[in-house]
């Protein structure tokens, strides 16, 4: 692919001086400055987000990256990450992740830093992976007269200051930083799938406080997987409903009721997308055997939590399935490192897999899942729940399905390992749910005492 035709027809009729630099393919910023002999600092490149009022570009040097956090407190709004739908959508003349930061060329608000030097010449990216537009500083910053100059949202890459052409490529694609590299493809939103269809209706439907059972039969009925999961769970013997159930109407109203199915829905079609191995204590088969096991516990769960502190049922199963999300974004993303972790993971065992992880990559699961779901603006009980369901400490908003989380993979861990739940349960995150050992271990006996049901379902899910 050559100059993306928008920016050269944009450049070309304002008489703007440039040319076109070809390099060796790059992945990243950083490495089209390595490729390119040139200091990271000279090559500009935006991160594409959305606010309330749309779609906006923030741009800065290869050197740096932005803090979202940051510019969302300059702006006084939050910004997230734009969807992948949108960028292909808006960006259809260029290659995933290589977007020219002129965001007026494309009708959209720009933001730059203005507390970054800016120099001499200027390198941008043309719009595919192998090409850059070199320019004056002059020229680059006549593109930005329509941009807002803030100031402190973009920050240091580690090593994004190095000017030594012998440099190696790792120490400038982040491989020594694996927390910032993969953070970074999550925020810009380039890699990774954008949320499912199916989902994002879902998650509209959700929204709507006038939906009916027969809006949701409507939409599941779309996907017949989905449709057969559903129906198939609701005649599982956990619910104990006569006769059977042959419809999804029936299913809904009658056995599930629709915050669950419209949860489970959500939770499917979310991981849908995901392919990683099967095999390891990582791989697809053990992900979908704790998500479905995890989800049925923390349902049953809240039916035992008093009343006045019980949470949602659908949420719990939503998170349940999903708050182990972000082995499906490693897998998706690094495929390498994942196949490395499951291995070591698999000789080692899970006991300290918070630390292994953080050693080998800088970065837990939990952190990578709630990327990708803050991104895709999933409910805040989800984000946390899968963000902080290893941390003891926690004590936000979302505690009480963070803290669901944690009992339920305690639990499940102490059964796999044979423990005597009545003598090893953790009474202080008892207490904190308002539970007694012998509701937990009531529940755990009617949770196994379905397992060739739940097992039925893992098999459909991890084909």
Request: hydrophobic share 40%.
């Amino acid at each position: 692919m050559a100059i993306a035709k928008t920016i050269k027809q944009y450049l070309d009729s304002r008489h703007i001086v440039y040319s076109v630099l070809e390099v060796s393919r790059f992945e990243t910023p950083l490495e089209a400055a390595l490729f390119a002999k040139i200091p990271p600092r000279s090559l500009y490149y935006p991160v594409v987000m959305r606010d309330a009022f749309g779609l906006m570009m923030a741009v800065m040097p290869a050197s740096h990256k932005l803090d979202f956090e940051g510019l969302s407190e300059l702006l006084h709004r939050k910004v997230s990450p734009a969807f992948q739908t949108q960028l292909s959508s808006v960006f259809a003349d260029c290659q995933p992740g290589h977007i020219p930061p002129i965001g007026i060329a494309y009708g959209l608000r720009t933001v730059i830093d203005a507390a970054l030097t800016t120099p001499d010449e200027v390198y941008i990216v043309a719009g595919d992976h192998s090409r850059l537009i070199k320019m004056s500083r002059k020229n680059f910053m006549m593109l930005q007269t329509n941009a807002l100059l803030a100031s402190d949202f973009a920050q240091p890459v580690e090593g994004g200051e190095e000017t030594d052409e012998n440099v190696e490529v790792a120490n400038l694609s982040w491989g020594s930083d694996f927390r910032a590299k993969i953070r970074q493809r999550v925020e810009q939103a380039t890699e990774l799938p954008p949320m499912p269809e199916m989902a994002t209706r879902v998650f509209q439907l959700r929204a709507d406080p006038h939906a009916e059972i027969a809006d949701l039969v409507k939409l599941i009925e779309q996907d017949p997987s989905l449709s057969a999961q559903v129906i198939r769970y609701a005649n599982s013997p956990y619910f104990n409903f006569r006769g059977g159930v042959d419809n999804l109407h029936d299913a809904i109203s009658r056995v599930l009721g629709f915050d669950m199915v419209m949860n489970l829905a959500m939770g499917l079609a979310l991981a849908k997308p995901f392919k990683i191995p099967r095999q390891g204590p990582l791989g697809m088969d053990h992900y979908w055997q704790h998500a479905v096991y995890s989800a049925s516990l923390m349902q049953m769960l809240c039916k035992e939590i008093p009343k006045e502190k019980r949470p949602r049922a659908g949420t719990s199963y939503l998170i349940g399935l999903l708050h182990d999300f972000g082995y499906l974004v490693l897998g998706h993303l690094f495929r390498e490192e994942f196949d490395v972790l499951n291995k070591r993971l698999a000789e080692e065992g899970l006991e300290n897999r918070m630390q292994i992880e953080r050693d080998y990559l800088g970065v837990t699961h939990g952190e990578l899942g709630s990327w990708l779901l803050e991104a895709w603006n999933l409910p805040d009980e989800l984000v946390a729940s899968t963000r902080e369901h290893h941390n003891q400490d926690y004590s936000g908003a979302s505690s009480i399905y963070v803290n669901m989380a944690r009992l339920t993979d305690q639990l499940l861990d102490m059964y796999e390992t044979g423990e005597v739940l009545d003598d090893e349960l953790p009474q202080a995150l008892l207490d904190e749910l308002g539970l007694e050992p012998k509701q937990v271990i009531k529940v755990m006996t009617q949770l196994f005492e379905h397992g060739t049901n739940l097992n039925d379902m893992v098999r459909l899910l991890a084909a």
